[in-house]
């Protein structure tokens, strides 16, 4: 494998760079680094400007309006823009919702909800797991009864990630109750502002509202919001599931957040000298700093399979698995590395305008290291990928 | 005795709604619970008979913080009662000591400002200063991260009389008491709990008579409460450590996915196993550490230092282990398991975390 970077990719890492130079609010970049919390505004005023580039949707066909860059222009743009402290893309109707669409869609749909996702009209949420409904997520209960031209929908979603913000949700909804688990969900488009919805925030253990709960009491949607057929819904996510992975590893998140450790140790002080210096802090960083350089490997080969045609299966498990290890070791890191500056629990009303409590970059370590515990939970468990690389590997 | 009347109080008074309520509270603790856990002689524990306690032993404190680590307790009995007073009785005068008998009533607040920003754990690493001049005491410095400033009624502040920076001699203690002209208090809340402040000190301007103990030989005893400090913290650890454990066992038992508990899946089932023999480890690296409290100070540190750096590892896995084995619910606020990881990881940067308490021991079973 050559791994060396070819001409375009070079001179389009440029391009991106420049790029993000030049229209990547200052301010923005700079909240995104301290961890502050991003108004919808702000991650509305982002997309407006990648869109504006034309570089909303990298993974769209041309064209439905997207980049419809190849799996390395993808991973480097994500890599740029890690570095940069851009915030992340909102993925749920860029990179979640709109492939079901322009896959499984009808055409109606995909003409009025696709152009509406790039324009920022519609802001999307998921409406997967519920509290019965985690990693067994075929078990979902969630009713929709046909009732004429509606569906009645009954049931409550969970983990609805920035529902708050939402006007529209994706829901799996169960249309046939008798049918075997996964023969009997059907895939529907909800407007949140439909009578009978309620969102309800849950609060995460470092006091961020990101998650909701979405509730459903007899909610009436008009049956032309089915994506594709009845009861075929499991297979629009799965493909959904299989699609769109090459960001999975969050190469860039960790070279940023390495980045980000190595600078705090080179400030902090242990016994007069360098935190960096310390040889077993040293001995902690270097050896995530290994796995890393091993696995941004293990990504651009996976990445330039996908290139040749082959779609990732089992790898994306891989990936997901180490790499949330190594990114979750590295906010492990920066706890460490601040010291007792790790106890504050800054807050806007602590700090508002004034200077931070310590150093300024003390104030997001705990708050990252508890918050991404997640990463190893969310989009299917470290668990239950090891099940799926077992279970393919092993031929079950 | 007092650990069942205490570990029943708590888990009748103490759940996971009363404790989120206090945390988010003003003070950041209940003067309430705080007095009636004076009441049933939580204090009274971590004193010895002639310091007017009965207790005071490495066991009294490691009993009293295993179920103040149970519950995911945030009043500052480290704070007050370990530290502060553990340094008044220590090396108060008489008129001093007089405050013990009111502490260990419930009636006083204590904080210990110590750390300064570029110290990080070293405990000799102090540049606030003291300059005695005409019987008066002027202190100038900062001090970081000081646990309960606010609500104490004195802070001890070390300070430097003499020497250079990082040097064991030279360093002083001083009761502060709160309100002092020159000294000013920046406060907020803490990651897991309880209240904190930066402490400026500007010409802070005290009698001579203010001094706890000799002038320059303050590290001594502040190594002394702080070896007490460290068996404190990790048996809280310790004690919060058992309700992650027993929260996972709870949950894998109950949640059911793909038609059977969790727990009945092995990958589960064996990680649980490990956390349950990695708790023994725990335990009894507590046990260690408590019972060579009284010891000389090289043996006892040693032992304090290999206690520190188990905890910390052991802390580190049952958190996160017991977070993932829950899955989402474990990451929301109103979960106990949420306050009760917080509680364990953040007991690592108190008084030096896994690695330092390593450096320690290699230190000093070289010596």
């Known amino acids: ?87 992340r893309i909102v993925p749920f109707g860029l990179a979640m919702l709109a492939p079901v669409l322009q896959k499984f869609g009808s055409k109606e749909q995909q003409d009025y909800y696709l152009p509406r996702i790039l324009n920022g009209d519609d802001w999307w949420c998921q409406g997967y797991s519920e509290p019965g409904a985690g990693s067994d997520l075929a078990s979902l209960k969630t009713r929709a009864v046909r009732d004429g031209d509606h569906y009645i929908v009954n049931g409550q979603k969970t983990w609805t990630t920035l529902g708050q913000h939402a006007n529209m949700i994706f829901c799996l909804v169960r249309t046939d109750p008798d049918a075997k688990q996964q023969e009997g969900i059907s895939f529907l488009l909800i407007d949140m502002n439909t009578p009978g919805i309620e969102v309800r ?85 270097a050896k995530v700093e290994i796995d890393l350089m091993a696995m941004a490997t293990s990504n651009m080969r996976i990445i ?70 997640k990463l190893s939970i969310f989009g299917g468990s470290n668990e239950i990928q090891r099940g799926i690389i077992a279970k393919v590997k092993m031929g079950g | 005795m007092l650990q069942d009347t205490l570990r029943r ?25 705080w007095a009636e856990l004076a009441e049933l002689g939580v204090i009274g ?13 490495g066991f009294d404190l490691s009993t009293v913080f295993e179920e103040l680590g149970r519950a995911g307790v945030v009043e500052p009995f480290l704070d007050t009662a370990v530290l ?35 110290a990080r754990y070293d405990l000799s690493r102090v540049e606030t200063t003291a300059k005695e001049s005409g019987g008066q005491i002027v202190l100038n410095g900062r001090k970081s991260v000081v646990v309960n400033a606010e609500a104490a009624d004195h802070l001890i502040v070390s300070a430097r009389e003499s020497g250079d920076v990082a040097d064991a001699d030279g360093i002083s ?77 709870d949950y894998l038992m109950t949640r059911k996915q793909f038609g059977r508990p969790i727990g009945t899946f092995q990958a589960l089932a064996h990680r649980y196993s490990d956390l349950l023999i990695e708790m023994e480890q725990a335990r009894s690296a507590v046990i260690n550490g408590a019972g060579h409290l009284e010891d000389d100070p090289a043996e006892r540190d040693l032992h304090g230092a290999s206690m520190r750096n188990l905890i910390g590892r052991v802390g580190r896995l049952v958190a996160e282990e017991s977070i ?6 474990a990451m929301t606020k109103e979960y106990e398991l949420a306050h009760i990881a917080k509680r364990i990881v953040m007991t690592d940067h108190r008084f030096g975390d896994t690695d330092y308490h390593l450096e320690r021991f290699i230190e000093l079973s070289a010596a």
């Not at chain 1, 769209?60 to 940069?84: D, L, S, T």
């Not at chain 1, 790499?323 to 629990?345: C, H, K, S, W």
């Not at chain 2, 108060?92 to 750390?115: K, P, R, S, W």
């Not at chain 2, 802070?204 to 008579?209: E, G, H, I, M, R």
Request: glycine share 12%.
């Open chain 2, 9 to 33: 109080y708590l888990s009748d008074k103490y759940d996971t709604k009363t404790r989120n309520t206090i945390i988010d509270s003003d003070k950041g603790f209940s003067p309430e619970i």
């Open chain 2, 173 to 249: 203690l001083f009761l502060v008491p709160a309100g002092t002209s020159g000294l000013t208090l920046r406060g907020y809340p803490m990651f897991a709990g309880g209240h904190a402040a930066e402490v400026t000190l500007d010409n802070v301007t005290l009698p001579a008579s203010a001094r706890l103990g000799t002038a320059g030989k303050g590290l001594a005893a502040l190594t002394d409460v702080i070896a007490r400090a460290n068996v404190a913290l990790a048996a809280e650890s310790l004690g919060a450590m058992e309700t992650a454990v027993e929260l996972t066992r």
């Open chain 1, 304 to 373: 330039s399979r996908a290139q040749a045609g082959q779609a990732p299966g089992v790898e994306s498990s891989m990936l997901k698995v180490k790499g949330t290890i190594i990114r979750q070791e590295i906010n492990d890191l920066a706890r460490r590395a601040v010291g007792p500056y790790a106890m504050p629990f800054p807050s806007e009303a602590v700090e508002g305008d004034n200077d931070p409590i310590g150093p300024d970059y003390a104030g997001p370590v705990s708050s990252a290291y508890f918050n991404n515990r």
């Open chain 1, 201 to 285: 925030p849950i609060i995460l253990l470092d006091g961020v509202h990101e998650v909701n709960e979405v509730w459903f009491t007899d909610v009436k949607v008009p049956v032309e919001n089915l994506v594709g057929e009845e009861n075929k819904g499991w297979t629009y996510a799965k493909y959904l599931l299989t699609h769109e992975r090459t960001g999975i590893a969050g190469v860039g998140f960790s070279q940023a957040g390495l980045e980000s450790v190595k600078r705090i140790a080179k400030a902090e002080q242990a016994s007069g000298k360098p935190l960096i210096q310390n040889p077993h802090f040293a001995a902690r960083l």
């Open chain 1, 1 to 87: 494998m050559d791994l060396n970077w070819n001409p375009e990719d070079i001179a389009f890492r440029e391009e991106v760079r420049a790029f993000l130079d030049e229209k990547l609010p200052k301010e923005i970049a700079a909240k995104v680094k301290r961890r502050g919390d991003l108004t919808k505004a702000d991650m509305e005023r982002w997309h407006a400007i990648l869109n504006e580039k034309g570089w909303l949707a990298p993974n769209w066909p041309k064209k439905f309006g997207g980049a419809e860059w190849n799996a390395v222009q993808k991973h480097i743009f994500e890599e740029e823009c890690a570095r940069a402290g851009a915030p």
């Open chain 2, 84 to 118: 502060g007073g553990g340094l008044i009785a220590a090396l108060g005068n008489d008129e001093q000591q007089a405050l013990i008998e009111d502490l260990i009533g419930g009636g006083l607040q204590l904080a210990l400002a110590h750390g300064e920003p570029v």
């Open chain 2, 324 to 329: 993932q084995m829950h899955g989402g619910i």
């Open chain 2, 45 to 57: 524990a971590l004193f010895t008979e002639e310091q007017g306690g009965f207790g005071g032993k």
